[in-house]
């Protein structure tokens, strides 16, 4: 038995909140397509008019490392989400949505806004996020729990001017839960701000298992974490997609590893590991400590192909022009002569996607044309 997709353009927010109702409800599957341009909604390939009964919402991946995939994510999988989310935060509560809804994390602020039965508080996801914006919107939630989704980027916007301006920093505070996800966030911005009793929930996931389902390293209820392999992460339970049902978990691309309380620590993905003269460097672990250098705003690593090393460490960083030498010799005092990188250049921004990932085919780029 089949249902109806809806295809609904992610800057018709109303929209889609009254579509994803629909589809708690049964009554259909929803795909958000990427914003309308002059009042046109986007070509979209290959999705057909109806789908399986099972499925509920159809969620494209951001395409960070490569071409976007699609995941077929059932009702049971949403609303599993959901009410494990909701419970491990504390409650129902009003939400205020900050990322595109085109994505797995901004569709899941307005499905928990429909399970916890409260109206979401949407600002204008097309525009370019700012403090200023993201206070105005803050300041019309009116519920007595209030909670809301970030990226890492939107993160250090607000953490930029939460020193200086007393009511962004107010409204900061008046969130239950503040969850940070999509990449991972620089722990001296996390530590700051956590020190200002803002209270910031570190999330893993993915478009395949309906966004994060472990928080600050720990598995929601329903959720099943193991290390396979290599130490890759692989991911079980009752939030995964469709297509990773019959498998019994989706075994993803970043290695990991369970600290002394078994929290999981996410150590980088396994495709952004290099040979860098016969040692391993995780290009993730790289840009962390990059990013913990003092005057260092935004950071990515791209690997370098090197005739004697094989890959060598570049760095594209924004921020201080006068830091270069400083990243580099912290990233070689703490991971040796492999890990210190052969290029350091400097940007005026970092190229993202619009779900607010790094671009990294355009950070490798830069480094092949400069």
């Known amino acids: 038995m089949n249902k109806p997709l809806k295809l609904v353009a992610a800057n018709d927010t109303f929209g889609a909140l009254i579509a994803l109702g629909d589809a708690l409800a049964g009554k259909q599957a929803v795909f958000v397509t990427p914003p309308e341009v002059n009042g046109l909604m986007p070509e979209v390939h290959g999705l057909p008019d109806e789908v399986a009964d099972d499925v509920a919402l159809i969620v494209e991946s951001s395409g960070s490392t490569g071409s976007p995939k699609r995941s077929h994510l059932s009702l049971d999988a949403l609303l599993a989400s959901a009410h494990a989310?909701?419970?491990?935060?504390?409650g129902p509560g009003q939400w205020l949505l900050a990322l595109p809804i085109n994505f797995v994390a901004g569709a899941n602020v307005l499905i928990r806004s429909l399970v916890?039965?409260?109206?979401?508080?949407?600002?204008?996801?097309?525009?370019?996020?700012?403090?200023?914006?993201?206070?105005?919107?803050?300041s019309m939630l009116t519920g007595?729990?209030?909670?809301?989704?970030?990226?890492?980027?939107q993160l250090e916007r607000l953490a930029a001017e939460v020193d200086t301006d007393d009511l962004l920093r107010a409204q900061l505070k008046r969130f239950d839960a503040i969850l940070v996800g999509g990449q991972a966030a620089n722990p001296l911005t996390v530590e700051r701000l956590r020190s200002l009793g803002i209270n910031l929930v570190e999330t893993y996931g993915m478009t395949e298992t309906c966004g994060g389902c472990v928080y600050d390293g720990v598995a929601l209820d329903g959720v099943t974490v193991e290390l396979v392999g290599e130490s890759r992460i692989k991911i079980g339970g009752s939030t995964l997609a469709n297509e990773f049902v019959a498998d019994g978990g989706f075994i993803t691309n970043d290695l990991g590893e369970f600290d002394a309380q078994h929290r999981l620590r996410v150590l980088g993905r396994i495709d952004r590991v290099i040979a860098s003269g016969g040692v391993k460097i995780a290009l993730d672990r790289v840009e962390q400590l990059a990013a913990q250098v003092p005057g260092v705003v935004e950071v990515a690593a791209s690997p370098i192909q090197d005739p004697e090393w094989g890959q060598r460490v570049g760095i594209a960083y924004q921020g201080s022009p006068e830091v270069a030498d400083n990243i580099a010799e912290?990233?070689?005092?703490?991971?040796?002569?492999?890990?210190?990188?052969?290029?350091?250049?400097?940007?005026?921004?970092?190229?993202?996607?619009?779900?607010?990932?790094?671009?990294?085919l355009a950070i490798k780029t830069i480094f092949e044309e400069n």
């Open 85 to 90: 989310s909701q419970k491990r935060l504390g």
């Open 144 to 153: 007595s729990r209030r909670y809301t989704s970030l990226v890492p980027t």
């Open 116 to 138: 916890a039965e409260t109206q979401p508080v949407l600002m204008n996801t097309s525009l370019p996020f700012t403090a200023e914006g993201f206070s105005r919107a803050a």
């Open 330 to 360: 912290a990233l070689a005092d703490t991971l040796g002569p492999a890990g210190k990188p052969v290029r350091v250049i400097r940007i005026d921004k970092l190229p993202r996607l619009t779900s607010g990932k790094p671009d990294l």
